[in-house]
Nanobody
Framework: QVQVVESGGGLVQAGGSLRLSCAAS????????MGWFRQAPGKEREFVAS????????DYADSVKGRFTISRENAKNTLYLQMNFLKPEDTAVYYC??????????????????????WGQGTQVTVSS
Protein backbone atom coordinates (compact mmCIF):
# COMPACT_ATOMS: atom_id res chain seq x y z
CA GLN A 1 0.00 0.00 0.00
CA VAL A 2 1.17 3.52 -0.72
CA GLN A 3 0.26 6.83 0.89
CA VAL A 4 0.20 10.06 -1.10
CA VAL A 5 0.26 13.58 0.30
CA GLU A 6 -0.36 16.71 -1.75
CA SER A 7 1.18 20.11 -1.14
CA GLY A 8 1.66 23.43 -2.87
CA GLY A 9 -1.88 24.73 -3.02
CA GLY A 10 -2.76 28.29 -2.17
CA LEU A 11 -4.32 31.54 -3.29
CA VAL A 12 -3.19 33.06 -6.58
CA GLN A 13 -4.47 35.74 -8.92
CA ALA A 14 -5.81 34.89 -12.34
CA GLY A 15 -2.97 34.51 -14.79
CA GLY A 16 -0.61 33.32 -12.11
CA SER A 17 1.11 30.00 -11.53
CA LEU A 18 1.35 27.32 -8.88
CA ARG A 19 3.18 24.02 -8.66
CA LEU A 20 1.57 21.17 -6.79
CA SER A 21 3.58 18.28 -5.43
CA CYS A 22 2.52 14.80 -4.36
CA ALA A 23 4.86 12.79 -2.18
CA ALA A 24 4.44 9.03 -2.06
CA SER A 25 5.48 6.85 0.84
CA UNK A 26 4.99 3.26 1.90
CA UNK A 27 5.27 0.59 -0.74
CA UNK A 28 7.04 2.84 -3.24
CA UNK A 29 9.12 0.03 -4.70
CA UNK A 30 6.07 -0.95 -6.70
CA UNK A 31 5.21 0.72 -9.98
CA UNK A 32 2.44 3.28 -9.98
CA UNK A 33 0.70 5.26 -12.66
CA MET A 34 -0.29 8.62 -11.20
CA GLY A 35 -2.94 11.22 -11.76
CA TRP A 36 -4.31 14.56 -10.64
CA PHE A 37 -7.99 15.19 -10.16
CA ARG A 38 -9.92 18.15 -8.80
CA GLN A 39 -13.24 18.90 -7.19
CA ALA A 40 -14.84 22.32 -7.14
CA PRO A 41 -17.57 23.24 -4.63
CA GLY A 42 -20.88 21.68 -5.61
CA LYS A 43 -19.34 19.73 -8.48
CA GLU A 44 -18.17 16.18 -9.03
CA ARG A 45 -14.54 15.23 -8.92
CA GLU A 46 -12.98 15.45 -12.38
CA PHE A 47 -9.87 14.34 -14.19
CA VAL A 48 -7.06 16.87 -14.66
CA ALA A 49 -3.94 15.01 -15.82
CA SER A 50 -2.28 11.61 -15.68
CA UNK A 51 1.14 10.12 -16.32
CA UNK A 52 2.50 6.66 -16.91
CA UNK A 53 4.88 5.03 -14.44
CA UNK A 54 7.89 5.67 -16.68
CA UNK A 55 6.80 9.26 -17.26
CA UNK A 56 6.83 8.83 -21.01
CA UNK A 57 3.12 9.27 -21.64
CA UNK A 58 0.73 11.89 -20.33
CA ASP A 59 -2.90 12.83 -20.73
CA TYR A 60 -4.76 16.06 -19.95
CA ALA A 61 -8.30 17.26 -19.65
CA ASP A 62 -9.19 19.62 -22.50
CA SER A 63 -9.76 22.42 -20.00
CA VAL A 64 -6.12 22.43 -18.88
CA LYS A 65 -4.23 21.48 -22.05
CA GLY A 66 -1.50 23.95 -22.84
CA ARG A 67 -1.62 25.44 -19.33
CA PHE A 68 -0.83 22.53 -16.98
CA THR A 69 2.07 20.09 -17.08
CA ILE A 70 2.26 16.83 -15.16
CA SER A 71 5.65 15.30 -14.39
CA ARG A 72 7.26 12.91 -11.95
CA GLU A 73 10.58 12.07 -10.35
CA ASN A 74 10.50 8.39 -9.47
CA ALA A 75 13.83 8.60 -7.63
CA LYS A 76 12.14 11.05 -5.23
CA ASN A 77 8.75 9.31 -5.27
CA THR A 78 7.22 12.64 -6.19
CA LEU A 79 4.58 13.75 -8.67
CA TYR A 80 4.16 17.35 -9.82
CA LEU A 81 1.54 19.50 -11.49
CA GLN A 82 2.79 22.80 -12.88
CA MET A 83 -0.20 25.10 -13.37
CA ASN A 84 0.24 28.25 -15.47
CA PHE A 85 -2.21 30.91 -16.67
CA LEU A 86 -4.59 29.96 -13.91
CA LYS A 87 -8.23 30.91 -14.22
CA PRO A 88 -10.91 31.38 -11.54
CA GLU A 89 -12.59 28.22 -12.84
CA ASP A 90 -9.50 26.26 -11.82
CA THR A 91 -10.45 26.86 -8.19
CA ALA A 92 -10.89 23.46 -6.55
CA VAL A 93 -9.41 20.93 -4.18
CA TYR A 94 -6.73 19.06 -6.11
CA TYR A 95 -6.16 15.37 -5.41
CA CYS A 96 -3.26 13.11 -6.23
CA UNK A 97 -3.99 9.46 -6.99
CA UNK A 98 -1.92 6.33 -7.55
CA UNK A 99 -2.61 3.11 -9.41
CA UNK A 100 -0.36 0.05 -9.10
CA UNK A 101 0.72 -1.23 -12.50
CA UNK A 102 2.56 -4.30 -13.68
CA UNK A 103 5.44 -4.38 -16.11
CA UNK A 104 3.11 -4.73 -19.09
CA UNK A 105 1.31 -1.49 -18.13
CA UNK A 106 4.31 0.66 -17.32
CA UNK A 107 3.67 2.92 -20.31
CA UNK A 108 -0.06 3.35 -19.74
CA UNK A 109 -1.83 6.32 -18.22
CA UNK A 110 -5.26 6.25 -16.62
CA UNK A 111 -7.85 8.99 -16.63
CA UNK A 112 -10.84 7.61 -14.76
CA UNK A 113 -11.47 8.04 -11.05
CA UNK A 114 -12.33 4.35 -10.80
CA UNK A 115 -8.89 3.38 -12.13
CA UNK A 116 -7.10 4.59 -9.00
CA UNK A 117 -6.63 2.76 -5.72
CA UNK A 118 -4.91 5.33 -3.53
CA TRP A 119 -5.86 8.95 -2.93
CA GLY A 120 -4.49 11.88 -0.99
CA GLN A 121 -6.44 14.28 1.18
CA GLY A 122 -6.24 17.10 -1.33
CA THR A 123 -4.81 20.60 -1.44
CA GLN A 124 -6.89 23.72 -2.00
CA VAL A 125 -6.19 25.94 -5.00
CA THR A 126 -8.03 29.24 -5.16
CA VAL A 127 -7.73 31.56 -8.13
CA SER A 128 -9.02 35.08 -7.66
CA SER A 129 -10.26 37.22 -10.54
Amino acid sequence: QVQVVESGGGLVQAGGSLRLSCAASGRTNSNYAMGWFRQAPGKEREFVASISWNGGRTDYADSVKGRFTISRENAKNTLYLQMNFLKPEDTAVYYCAAKPVGLLNMINYYSRIADYDYWGQGTQVTVSS
